[in-house]
């Protein structure tokens, strides 16, 4: 069951994924990013990752995605045309070449012994998984979180601006 | 249990899926689109191994991956919006003055 739950979950991720790259319109391709990110937060979840999954909806489907769709919206972006006389070598060299890579990644992984990993069958102790993660990121990670602060700060001036009328 | 090489097998299938979006598509956009799609796949790799050692820390910088994917989005959005004011094209075709 669990397995299937996964299956099904990796492979809406993927098809998704991949068809972000088949569409041509910018926003069916946001839209299919969308589900991809669904799927993750799915595959979060079933992990015991409940934070990072909540987060990944919120912050990447919530936040991340609106503001592609409203930039997208906003430049009234067109589908990408076809160039006729554009030899496509990216498309016919490349397609195998990271089919191959993927086959690679998937042998390596598979033939690699997991000795020494402690596989956690449990989750610890009986505090939530968010109220143990925001122990660790106010005690171990506390200056790395505030130097993220500064960061979005960076972020938020840099992005106003950018988007400033006159640069 | 799922073997921790389904997670990780799937995360290189994501990430070869954006590095090669990344290549062929001409839309900037869309392009931006496959950095996240990217970002997403080691965020998986992350909580993989955060799950098999039964460590918090992987999760905790999955949490500051997104942070920073957050940033990126919002200036990298707003370079775009600055680009298609200047040149009036979104295709990276035409945007080639810094090209040799």
Redesign the interface.
Known sequence: M??AV?LFL?AV??VS??N??IQRH?IY??LS?IL??VA?AG??L????E??AV??IV??TG??MV??VF??M??N?RA?ERIPDRVYV??YF??PL?LL??VE??LV??N?S?EG?????KT?GLTS?TQ??GR??YTQ?AL?FEV?SI??L???V??????KKE? | ??????????S???F??????F?????I??I???V??ML?AV??SF??F?????L??G??F???V??????????G??????L?R?RQT??IDEINLMKW
């Open positions: 669990e397995i996964f990796s991720a993927i994924a991949a972000i790259l910018p391709s946001a990013l991809a990110f993750l595959i979060y079933q992990m015991h990752a934070f990072i987060m990944q912050v990447y936040a991340i503001l592609f930039v997208i906003l430049l972006a990408e990216v498309k490349g397609i990271a890579w993927v990644v998937g992984v598979s690699t997991s990993i402690t596989v956690a069958t610890i998984n143990l993660i660790i990121l990670y790395p993220t960061l979005l960076v972020a938020i840099g992005a106003i601006v950018m988007a640069l | 249990m799922i073997p921790l090489s389904f997670y990780l097998l799937l290189a299938v994501l070869t899926i954006g590095v090669f979006g290549l062929i598509k001409r839309n956009i869309t931006f689109m496959c996240e799609v997403n965020n998986l909580v993989a955060a799950r098999y050692y039964s918090l820390d999760q905790v999955v949490f500051f997104m942070a920073v994917a957050a940033a990126e989005a919002a200036v959005l707003g370079i775009i919006v600055a298609f200047n979104l295709n």
